[in-house]
């Protein structure tokens, strides 16, 4: 009789960074023979891939610790992966003794050799491995066994970490320094995927316009053009941009490469320069709106989305009331609204003049019915416009198919009879019916 086969179990919680490196965390794992399980019982090892960007993120990994301490006396190992991993460090194992990994994005890299450590120490009482030393590293986790878990789109990471230091954010602290792949990776990167049948590509990273081709042969606008050129390659998108590195060539690029989509996420954190200054963001209310002007001159109409924190130290009723007539004067076609969380190890952490709570949160419900209104407006320009969606689903309840727009717009719609739509591919819809987060649609044939 074999050994019993290794599993593993793993919960992701955050950004699309994260997402993408447990696809990367997946691969290692399975490269070095364990299976991956769909639940906590069936898993010898129990991973959680975390996220500290808000405490509220922060939290949700010591609470399904705390389900799960019990299984620990099956001689089940627990992991924490990710941000909270790298934040909190080796007081994860004062909080919750059961756990024997803590592991930084930054270490992924070693993540086969812990695991043997880890293995070594099975029957033989409780130890502790960390990986949390390699934020100064100028390696990214570069991998051959991505698992992907979508077979039509997919993740290339371009740059790792966060040089900015945005007064309220953890990131530079979780993930560490600026690091780029060259842009002859990335390519290689993208050129596999497309053999290998994908035809949408995302390119991640902290902030993807600071990115730096170590090898000095591409800018940001040309990889993302390069992309672009792949054969196979239909759509490519990239997030997060930051607004002060935001370039026109980055537009022009959009301009002249078709397959770039027509989507730009630029977060904006506030309308107000007081606001902006006090938390580090290096542009000014102007600067942003000229970046936002760059934009609507395109030849394709472009959408834009943001993120907005209220509530931030100091942040007065006039300083919100100018985020307010910035959602007016951009018309974003969808925000991600947040309450400002105090964070460990950042600069505002110490900054007075905390906003309650309470007014926290009527800030943002202020926010984000400002926001539902000019979405349900401005989703009305698509009424009887076509456009060409990737099939992504379907909605039996409804009888529907789920597709998604190059502008990232859900736009769900029926086939005609008889006709059933391949997932992944690509075909044309006629807009319908418009809500505030969706649209509904016809296919054409
Ligand atoms: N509190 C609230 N929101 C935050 N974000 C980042 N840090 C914080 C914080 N401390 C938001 C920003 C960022 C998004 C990913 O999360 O809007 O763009
Ligand atoms: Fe959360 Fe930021 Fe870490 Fe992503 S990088 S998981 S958003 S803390």
């Known amino acids: 009789m074999g050994e019993p086969q290794k599993t593993f179990y793993l919960e992701t919680f955050g950004c699309q960074m994260n997402v993408h490196d447990s696809e990367k965390v997946v691969g290692t794992l399975m490269a070095q023979g364990y299976r991956q399980v769909s639940t906590v019982e069936e898993a010898g090892l129990i991973l959680y891939n975390t996220c500290s960007i808000r405490d509220k993120a922060e939290q949700k990994v010591f609470h399904r610790l705390a389900d799960y301490k019990k299984l620990q006396a ?25 756990v024997s990994l803590v592991c930084g994005s930054a270490s992924y890299r070693n993540l086969p050799q812990m695991l043997v450590q880890i293995e070594a120490q099975i029957g033989a009482g409780n130890c502790r491995v960390t990986g949390l030393d390699d934020r100064e590293t100028d390696e990214c986790f570069e991998t051959e066994f991505t ?12 740059i790792e970490g966060c040089d900015k230091f945005c007064a309220y954010c953890v990131v530079p602290f979780t993930r560490g320094k600026e690091r780029s792949r060259t842009s002859d990776s990335v390519l290689a990167e993208a050129c596999q995927m497309a053999d290998q049948g994908y035809s949408e590509v995302q390119l991640l990273g902290q902030n993807v316009n600071s990115y730096k081709d170590p090898a000095g042969k591409k800018s940001f606008a040309e990889l993302l053009a390069a992309v672009g050129e792949v054969p196979g390659i239909k759509r490519v998108r990239f997030t997060t941009s930051h607004p002060r590195d935001f370039g026109r060539d980055i ?6 490469v078709p397959t770039l989509c027509d989507h730009v996420h630029l977060p904006v ?29 395109a030849k394709r109409e472009i959408s834009i989305t943001t993120d907005i ?12 009331e100018q985020t307010l007539s910035l959602l007016d004067e951009v018309e974003y076609d969808g925000i991600f609204g947040f309450k400002y969380s105090p964070r460990p190890n950042t600069p ?5 003049d905390a906003i309650p709570d309470e007014e926290k949160a009527r800030r943002l419900s202020v926010l984000q019915e400002k926001q539902r209104e000019i979405q349900r407006r401005r989703n009305e320009r698509h009424l009887g416009q076509i456009a060409e969606v990737m099939v992504e689903g379907r909605n039996d309840a409804r009888g529907q198919w789920i597709g998604r727009t190059s502008q990232n717009k859900v736009l ?3 086939a005609p009879e008889g006709l059933t739509p391949v997932l992944g591919s690509y075909v044309p819809v006629v807009t319908t019916g418009c809500f505030p987060n969706s649209l509904l649609g016809q296919m054409v044939i």
Not at 251 to 256: E, L, P, R, T, Y
């Open 309 to 320: 924190i209220v509530g931030f130290p100091g942040e007065t009723e006039a300083d919100f």
């Open 269 to 297: 954190q506030s309308g107000s320069t007081r606001v902006l200054d006090a938390m580090q963001r290096l542009y000014t209310r102007d600067q942003y709106l000229e970046r936002i002007a760059w934009m609507k001159a």
């Open 74 to 98: 099956q001689g089940k190992k627990f992991g924490v992966l990710g941000c909270v991993a790298q934040q909190e460090g080796e007081k994860i194992f004062e909080r919750a003794p059961h």
């Open 147 to 158: 698992a992907r878990t979508n077979p039509h789109r997919g993740y290339i990471t371009i």
């Open 412 to 414: 769900n719609f029926k």
């Open 348 to 352: 505002s952490l110490k900054f007075e």
């Open 251 to 256: 537009v022009a690029a959009i301009d002249s």
